[in-house]
């Protein structure tokens, strides 16, 4: 009996090592998919590295996120649809919180995905306040943005939908 309990134990221990071997390799890999996976060819070391849309526009959007982050993941293929559909009417900036940094303290930004949208002076005439229209107006959300939402957000602010 002593023999049978001996073997038991070892092949415990056996199971539990594997079990935080293999909890190890797939922290590892976890780690390193955002990079696998986000892997879009843009070198996201430049501040943005990627601009869409149109550029004369009044709404600006500055979009923050890095490889790592669950919700970018989810947000990328909603601007994507919405750059495809209302691009026109805005213009999107993408911005590395690893590496833009500077661009990230100016709004405050401390995670992601995170946006700010920046308001020219002719949209923000359409918004009823007693305020001065002479610069513009820039609004920061953190956090991740449904697609419905965030299409919302961007037809009020430009308008144009």
């Not at 869409?52 to 996120?65: P, R, S, V």
């Not at 990230?104 to 992601?112: D, F, S």
Request: hydrophobic share 35%.
């Amino acid at each position: 009996m002593k023999k049978q309990k001996v073997i038991a134990v070892n092949q415990d221990k056996k199971f539990v090592l594997g079990a935080i071997i293999l909890i190890i390799v797939l922290a590892i890999i976890t780690i390193n998919a955002g990079a696998i996976l986000n892997n879009d060819g843009y070198d996201k070391k430049q501040c943005p590295f990627v601009v869409l849309g149109n550029k004369e526009t009044d709404l600006k959007i500055k979009y923050f996120e890095t490889p790592y982050c669950f919700y970018c993941w989810l947000e990328k293929p909603i601007l994507e649809r919405l750059v495809q559909n209302k691009g026109s009417i805005f213009h999107l900036e993408k911005y590395d919180l690893r590496y833009c940094k500077e661009e990230a303290n100016k709004y405050n930004i401390r995670g992601v995905p995170s946006f700010v949208f920046g308001i020219n002076n002719n949209i923000t005439n359409n918004i009823q306040d007693n305020t001065d229209n002479s610069q513009p107006k820039e609004y920061t959300t953190y956090g991740f943005i449904p697609e419905d939402k965030l299409n919302s957000i961007v037809c009020e602010l430009t308008a144009a939908c």
